[in-house]
Every structure is written in structure tokens, then in C-alpha cells.
């Protein structure tokens, strides 16, 4: 089956210890991206990949890092979670370039106390 | 860099009745106009797109048409039902760049 998997779905943490959400899609895509979702502000991108080795910047990507290591997995890093970062959280990919639909994860629900 | 806007932010209508979203948008070279439906707990979905070549597309009850002059495309659906309750989302995008910049939304209440 196509998807796009994200883990963890939800996850409480405190402010400054380091995590990873994981994001793996089994289309064979080039493009992936990462997004974060709140309330009356819409769908903000944070990072996205145009290739394996390839990230750029989104409209939101203070307090992010992402990597592209391998063409299937995108994972997203908070170095130091502060409380400004709780949001849901979802991780797309598609063919390479525009003019293609994007497929998103199940999100992940991040709070950050 | 794109302004996007969606209006209204808010729509309810009675079951069956039609209900109409805007996008507007900035970049004249924009040449992709999805439009993603997101239903309470779920993830965004495409349900609809249209590419510049062309000014209207429909698929069943839903359709977008395209105004390239005057930068904005809308998504029109008809003979409303409950299932079509949800948030919906436009992103313009143009060939060449890789951002994505999504509309704040719309959230769309069928009565029945």
C-alpha cells in the first residue's frame, strides 16, 4: 500500500531535550516536506527535499533541522523543543517538482510543557 | 514572495445547497491550483486540481475553475452533503520553485 508513516503520532515533552519525528514514504518520491499545522494559520512549511543530500528552507524553519540521508526517510529534529513549537506536525512527499499531488502523513501531535 | 488568501474562512450551508471557496493569489507565474480537503482528525487529501492550460475541471459534485487574470481559482461544490464537512485548503504553486505556500483555509459546515 502507498504511503507516508510518520512516528510518533503524539508525543509530550519538556522544553530543551532533543527529539526526532520520523517520516518514511514508500512511493519512490524525490520531494518531501515537512509542515507544521495551528490553529487559523493554515499548513506552514518548515523544511523541504528535492532529492536525497538536497534540503532547503521552508517559510518556518527556526528551531528545525531536517536531514535526507536516504530517498524514503525524512526525519524532523527539534535540537532544543521550546513551548512555541507545539503544533501538529505533517510530513508530505510527491514526484519530483510542482504540479504533483502531495501525500501526507497521519501527523504527529507534539506538545512541548 | 506568494500571498495567498482564502475566503470566506468560515461557510455553512444547508444540505444540497452549493457552497463556493475562493483563493487568491500573488505570483503571476503560479501555473498549479490543488485544492486539499481536510477532514477533522485526518490528514489533507487532494480532491481536486487544475493546471493553467485550463479554465475549469470537474469531477462529479466538485469543480474548480481558474481565473489567471484576475489570480484567484475557487472550488465550487454541489448538492452538498454531511460528508463534505471539513477544512479545505488551496496551494498555488509555480514550476521552478519548491516552496509551498497553503491558504489559511476554509471551514466548510453542511446542515443537515
Known amino acids: 500500500e502507498a504511503q507516508v508513516t510518520q512516528n510518533p503520532r503524539y508525543l509530550i515533552t519538556v522544553t530543551g531535550k532533543k527529539l526526532t519525528v520520523t517520516c518514511s514514504q514508500n512511493?519512490?518520491?524525490?520531494?518531501m516536506s515537512w509542515y507544521r499545522q495551528d490553529p487559523g494559520l493554515g499548513l506552514r512549511q518548515i523544511y523541504y527535499?528535492?532529492?536525497?543530500?538536497?534540503?532547503d528552507k521552508g517559510d518556518v524553519p527556526e528551531g528545525y533541522k531536517v536531514s535526507r540521508k536516504e530517498k524514503r526517510n525524512f526525519p524532523l529534529i527539534l535540537e532544543s523543543p521550546s513551548p512555541n513549537q507545539t503544533s501538529l506536525y505533517f510530513c508530505?512527499?510527491?514526484?519530483?517538482?510542482?504540479?504533483?499531488?502531495?501525500?501526507f502523513g497521519p501527523g504527529t501531535r507534539l506538545t512541548v510543557t | 514572495g506568494e500571498n495567498v488568501e482564502q475566503h470566506p474562512s468560515t461557510l455553512s450551508v444547508q444540505e444540497g445547497d452549493s457552497a463556493v471557496i475562493k483563493c487568491t493569489y500573488s505570483d503571476s507565474a503560479s501555473n498549479y491550483f490543488p485544492w486539499y480537503k481536510q477532514e477533522l482528525g485526518k490528514r489533507p487529501q487532494l480532491i481536486i486540481d487544475?493546471?493553467?492550460?485550463?479554465g475549469e475541471k470537474k469531477d462529479q459534485r466538485i469543480a474548480v475553475t481558474l481565473n489567471k487574470t484576475a489570480k484567484h481559482f475557487s472550488l465550487h461544490i454541489t448538492e452538498t452533503q454531511p460528508e463534505d464537512s471539513a477544512v479545505y485548503f488551496c496551494a498555488p504553486s509555480t514550476s521552478g520553485t519548491y516552496k509551498y505556500i497553503f491558504g489559511t483555509g476554509t471551514r466548510l459546515k453542511v446542515l443537515a
Open positions: 508530505a512527499s510527491s514526484f519530483w517538482g510542482h504540479n504533483y499531488e502531495q501525500y
Open positions: 487544475i493546471r493553467s492550460n485550463v
Open positions: 527535499s528535492m532529492n536525497v543530500e538536497v534540503t
Open positions: 512511493m519512490n518520491h524525490e520531494y
